[in-house]
């Protein structure tokens, strides 16, 4: 009688346990990447049982949190690549979404500006893409006079202007995202770093064969799953590791510093002004940004963090700093940019030499005009291969030895949050597809 008893508790504890922590798809990482492709997939096939799990106390922590909040145009990347496709896609998709959900965000335009002769051959560069990836209502501006005309305080030689950019919170997005997806049935378990996976394809329960994929929590938390996506950002490559992926891309974190300008002059700037990029580099350049709040960012700039998730130079893990340190592909990409290191890292630390930079564009720009108590930072999840070249386009891997039940966003970099609901709908299609869902 009592060993009746204990097998009926044991199965309907075993089918509790089924009902509230198996899934049939698991996405691990609370970002933007995450939290849309869970959305997305909640759209596609609504009867699957899902759940997000982050390891922070609160989604959207990390690069969703802490970025520039643009809604980019599309204007950089190469013609033909994923970045180009899903950023025209992904921008006009966040409009529509915005709109949707009554979502703030404010259209206020972009000029990337050229100052002298070398950078007007790049702008020129950079005007063609623009055209080529049909970035919607971009205009040549060929003079002083134009510039100014749009943004008084602002000088160049020539710009592109993009009336179409624009500025947003990509924090509450990836909120409303998440939102969605639980209204659809979806368990959001934050708190929960995922720390292990296992296939167990010989449990006890044969009906637990279902779900072969054993992840367990840092804190011990176990879920089952039958699929995994991960989109970890800054751990993307050691999420991977955890299932047998690749060693590479290896991320590589570098922080983005930004100044403020002082409340009283952020009339100053009245749009998105960029530098013309550097094409050897994947970064954008120290720009003026409008924030929602109304506040200007001044940055970002790059130098590498001391910790993947290092936002002052005090936060620092020597295991992660010299895992950095001691990948050769970190270390032939020092060599190579050794002297653009070095003064990233003295800009970084002297507000003076950033506003350098960006006096180039707004010279009436003072020291007097920062509020030098206030400091932001991000850090990018820059993934990078082992002969240390940056890894441009975003990076999507299905898991051959886990028999196609795991697929990783390996590299999702700027304009990740931009790009995120047409991310969403080609790593969707690839789960689908892979998983055979
Ligand atoms: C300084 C900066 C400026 C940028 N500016 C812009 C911009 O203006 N416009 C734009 O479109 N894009 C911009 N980007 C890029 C954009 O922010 C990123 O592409 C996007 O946020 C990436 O989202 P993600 O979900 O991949 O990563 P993240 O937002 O980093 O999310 C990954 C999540 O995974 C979680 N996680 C990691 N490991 C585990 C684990 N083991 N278990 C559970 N959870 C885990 C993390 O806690 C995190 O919440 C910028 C980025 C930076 C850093």
Avoid at 370 to 386: E, P, S, Y
Wanted: proline letters at 4%; a positive charge; one cysteine or more.
């Amino acid at each position: 009688m009592g060993r009746r008893f204990g097998l009926r508790l044991a199965s309907s504890l075993a089918a509790a346990a089924r009902t509230t922590d198996h899934f049939d798809v698991v996405i691990v990482g609370g970002g933007i990447v995450g939290t849309a492709t869970a959305r997305q997939l909640s759209i596609n096939k609504p009867q699957l049982k899902m759940a997000i799990l982050e390891k922070e106390a609160a989604l959207g922590q990390h690069q969703t949190g802490h970025n520039s909040g643009v809604i980019h145009a599309g204007i950089y990347y190469k013609p033909g690549s994923l970045k180009a496709r899903l950023c025209v896609e992904g921008s006009a998709l966040a409009y529509e979404y915005l709109d949707a959900k009554a979502l703030p965000y404010k259209r206020c335009g972009k000029l990337i500006v050229a100052t002298d002769a070398t950078e007007v051959a790049r702008l020129d560069e950079l005007w063609k893409r623009a055209l080529q990836n049909r970035c919607p209502g971009v205009q040549l501006l060929e003079s002083a006079e134009a510039i100014a005309a749009i943004e008084p305080n602002c000088v160049g030689l020539k710009a592109i202007w993009s009336p179409n950019t624009g500025i947003v919170d990509w924090g509450r997005v990836n909120q409303s995202y998440a939102e969605d997806f639980a209204r659809g049935g979806g368990q959001v378990l934050t708190s929960f770093e995922v720390a292990k996976f296992a296939t167990s394809l010989e449990t006890l329960e044969k009906q637990q064969n279902d779900y072969p994929i054993v992840i367990t929590g840092a804190d011990g938390r176990v879920v089952r799953a039958k699929y995994v996506i991960t989109a970890a950002g800054l751990h993307s490559d050691k999420v991977a590791k955890l299932t047998n992926g690749k060693k590479v891309p290896k991320i590589v974190p570098f922080r983005g510093e930004y100044l403020v300008l002082k409340a009283a002059k952020s009339d100053m700037v009245k749009t998105n002004i960029y530098p013309v990029p550097d094409p050897r580099f994947p970064f954008l350049g120290v720009h003026f940004t409008p924030r929602m709040d109304g506040s200007i960012w001044l940055g970002p700039n790059a130098v590498l963090a001391f910790k993947r998730e290092g936002y002052t130079y005090w936060d620092l893990s020597p295991s992660e700093l010299f895992e950095s340190l001691f990948f050769s592909g970190f270390r032939k990409l020092a060599f190579k940019y050794f002297s653009a290191g070095v003064d990233e890292f003295r800009r970084s630390l002297s507000a003076g030499a950033q506003l350098k930079q960006l006096q180039r564009f707004v010279p009436s720009i003072t020291l007097d005009d920062i509020d030098l108590t206030k400091r932001v930072a991000g850090v990018r999840a820059q993934a990078l291969d082992a002969e240390g070249n940056l890894v441009d386009d975003f990076v999507f891997e299905t898991n051959e030895e886990a028999v196609k039940r795991v697929l990783h966003v390996r590299n999702a970099p700027s304009p990740g949050a931009t790009s995120s609901l047409a991310i969403a709908k080609v790593v969707a299609e690839k789960a689908q597809t892979a998983f055979g869902l």
